[in-house]
């Protein structure tokens, strides 16, 4: 599928039978906008994302949205370097911290739901790669 | 180590030059920029933005002395008519307002007409991509056609979506979700973000129970797994049942507007009711 212009990903909707994509098109929008307060005007080469499992993102689709977001923006070159955290939780029951297969809040050592989330919630861009700065962007 | 430098906004960054020495050679065509890329550390949460307004809201929402539910659920659970049955069974009690967020219309708006609350109504068709969901800047668009130091509680109706409204805090102070039975069992387990993000699941079409193969201690499982000791209400918008314990768990929240600000999130701590 070749997306053409915003609208043609946000005319596949955005409803509860699916991941479609409108969901990482508002984020990648509100990324983009990150990116350019830190670039200062300077040339974008990469950003790095973290995301963790217990968020409702989905990489893939995550990548092709910033791909359309930033058509004919100075963005357009600029690749998502994604890292990906499982979830993980401490248990108040046994004191055990695990990595969760599934994103369901239960101790998969004793069964216990007495557990707090350690990792898996964030959803930050880390850092960006910026080209020389004698090199300005064009927008 | 990397050196720290300040923007006019305050922001602050670490740059590694050592970084951005290794990265150089990986990313792309780097022709003629010599050593001058660099890595410049961020650590910015992508909805800070969003959070930011959110913040704001709540600040307003407090300074009024309101409270704030946000509503969230699929499209076709049951919101509205559940709303509409709430207004009817608070009226005379609780000064209430609806903020009504609609992809396009005002359907669900006039549907609220005539039970004494202040509605405004959101459409988010002209946000970026025809947004399914509000977000914190829209809400704050239209609270100033709402009456909000004459109300108790503002009861924000979401966009009918699981996906994106439990990403976006609109600056609420609890957040309910509506979950027909008709939907299945196994929604919690799908969609554990919305799930886990709410104070309150109110179970509705529960007059429909007979007529259905829904398993509602299987669904009470799946919940448990991604929100345990979430506090449910099973009910039916349609027959009213069951709507006076979601109408007294909204009391209670509005009850506590003169006290500290509590983090988002937090309801009044009811017993789950059956």
């Known amino acids: 599928m070749i997306v053409t212009d915003r609208s043609t990903i946000a005319a ?27 670039a200062d005007g300077r040339r974008v080469l ?9 968020r409702q993102v989905v990489p893939e689709a995550l990548s092709f949205c910033w791909t359309a977001v930033n058509q004919q923006t100075p963005l357009m070159d600029t690749t998502l370097d994604i890292e990906y955290i499982p979830g993980e939780i401490e248990c108040g ?18 069964g216990s739901t007495d557990v707090s989330v350690v990792a898996g919630e964030e959803f930050l861009i880390t850092s960006i790669d910026l080209a020389d700065p004698g090199e300005a962007t064009e927008g | 180590m990397g050196r720290f430098h300040r923007h006019e906004d305050g922001t602050v960054h670490q740059h590694h ?7 150089q050679h990986e990313a792309g065509d780097h022709s003629g920029y010599g050593t001058g890329a660099e890595r410049v550390q961020v650590l910015e949460a992508i909805f800070s933005e969003n959070d930011r307004h959110a913040a704001a809201n709540r600040d307003e929402f407090d300074a009024a002395g309101v409270r704030v539910v946000n509503l969230m659920s699929s499209p076709g659970a049951g919101k509205t008519l559940l709303l509409r049955e709430t207004l009817r069974q608070l009226s005379g009690g609780l000064r209430i307002g609806v903020l009504e967020g609609d992809i396009e219309t005002s359907l669900d708006a006039d549907r609220l007409e005539g039970f004494g609350a202040a509605v405004a109504l959101v459409n988010t068709g002209q946000g970026f991509g025809g947004e399914c969901h509000l977000d914190a800047p829209m809400v704050r668009s239209a609270l100033s056609r709402l009456p909000l130091a004459e109300l108790d509680l503002l009861l924000v109706e979401n966009v009918g979506n699981l996906v994106c409204p439990a990403e976006f805090t609109v600056g609420e102070h609890a957040r309910a979700m509506v979950y027909a039975i008709t939907e299945g069992e196994e929604k919690p387990l799908k969609y554990p973000v919305m799930f886990r993000s709410v104070d309150i699941v109110l179970i509705n079409k529960i007059d429909l129970l007979p007529h259905l193969d829904f398993d509602l201690d299987q669904f009470r499982r799946n919940l448990a797994a991604v929100n345990p000791g979430v506090t449910t209400v099973e009910l039916s918008a349609r027959t009213g049942s069951g709507v006076r314990h979601w109408c007294d768990w909204l009391t209670a929240t509005a009850a506590t507007a003169t006290t500290a600000t509590a983090p988002s999130g937090a309801g009044p701590a009811t017993d789950t009711r059956r």
Do not use: K
Request: charged share 15%.
């Open chain 1, 12 to 38: 596949s909707g955005c409803d509860t039978n699916g991941r479609l994509a409108v969901h990482e098109l508002s984020i990648c929008a509100s990324m983009a906008d990150i990116v350019r307060r830190h």
């Open chain 1, 46 to 54: 990469s950003v790095q994302v973290r995301v963790g499992q217990l």
């Open chain 1, 93 to 110: 029951a046994c004191q055990g911290r695990q990595v969760l297969a599934d994103p369901f809040l239960c101790c998969p050592s004793c």
């Open chain 2, 17 to 23: 030059p050592a970084d951005a020495a290794h990265h």
